[in-house]
Nanobody, 123 residues
């Protein structure tokens, strides 16, 4: 299993869209987390391997979509209607450890992490 590599971050205005990509997640349940300055890393969205069941934190429901691309081992996070409060470093995580997917995932639940990609939304 290779390392996870995120891409697609950037600086946009409120209301714009961005698409993040995570390469290398393999045959694992995969999630996106984010960490804003001075705050703890928090769960954003997750997708299961196989059935592709999806889970979202309430603040992004209806705006963000997590999915798998046709490229091998790639997971994306499509972010629409971005808000300044979405500003954070976004991390991809894979290899869920000893529990089922849900909306209460924490950083301790995953064994593989990427280096993060910065998303900045200006007002």
């Amino acid at each position: 299993q290779g390392p996870l590599v995120e891409s697609g971050g950037g600086l946009v205005q409120a209301g714009a869209s961005l698409r993040l990509s995570c390469a290398g997640s393999g045959n694992y349940h995969t999630a996106w987390f984010r960490q804003a300055p001075g705050k703890e890393r928090e769960f954003v969205a997750a997708i299961s391997w196989g059935e592709s069941r999806t889970y979202y934190t309430d603040s992004v429901k209806g705006r963000f979509t997590i999915g798998r691309t046709s490229a091998p081992n790639a997971v994306y996070l499509q972010m629409n209607s971005l808000k300044p409060e979405d500003t954070a470093v976004y991390y991809c995580a894979a290899n869920l450890i000893r529990r089922a997917l849900g909306t209460d995932l924490t950083i301790g639940d995953f064994g593989f992490w990427g280096q993060g990609t910065q998303v900045t939304v200006s007002s």
